[in-house]
């Protein structure tokens, strides 16, 4: 009897298991697919700055929270409703973030394609950044979602800087965007 309940307690931490590698799959393939076709690859970069995502760092700091708690008047529906439009609007710059890594991302594997050296070592480190980006989002995701039990402080200076740093490797690599631009 003990040996059939330790089974089925090992199948069930197994079936966890698989069906978090199966969400976390699905998730990252979906994250991965998020770009804008439709922008022009050279106008994009030449318009692209990290500085447009520094409202995310300040959208739920809970020291606003606190101050409207404190004015008179308040209730606490005022405080819900504010947080859950604090937290629409920081889940659509975390879009626009993926959005823009992604465009970067694309990019990089476009240099890949067509450089005329080798660029193994890059494309492996390409690789990693993308799985630590992701990775990063979903923890991010989760601690939004989780924002108003914990009161956690939302760190999203790593994931701007990620992009930074991706975009300053694309220009390192010499992306030309008037060169992408006659030939797209």
């Not at 991965?32 to 318009?47: N, T, V, Y």
Request: some cysteine; charged content about 20%; aromatic content about 10%.
């Amino acid at each position: 009897m003990t040996t059939l309940i330790s089974s089925f307690g090992v199948v069930v931490v197994l079936g966890v298991v698989v069906a978090l590698i199966a969400a976390f799959t699905l998730l990252f393939a979906r994250l991965a697919s998020r770009l804008d076709k439709q922008a022009s690859i050279a106008e994009w970069f030449e318009g692209f700055s990290v500085d447009s995502f520094s409202p995310m760092e300040r959208l739920l700091d809970r020291s606003d929270f606190e101050f409207l708690s404190r004015q008179p008047g308040y209730r606490r529906e005022i405080g819900a409703r504010l947080l859950k439009e604090r937290k629409r609007l920081f889940l659509g710059y975390l879009r626009l973030l993926i959005g823009d890594f992604n465009q970067l991302l694309r990019i990089s594997r476009l240099m890949i394609v067509h450089s005329k050296e080798d660029r193994a070592e890059f494309a492996k480190v390409l690789w990693r950044q993308q799985v630590s980006f992701y990775v990063g989002v979903c923890a991010l995701r989760v601690r939004v979602a989780l924002y108003p039990l914990a009161w956690t402080a939302l760190d999203v200076s790593k994931l701007v800087a990620a992009l930074d740093n991706m975009r300053n490797q694309v220009a390192q690599l010499g992306f030309q965007p008037m060169a992408a631009a006659q030939s797209a």
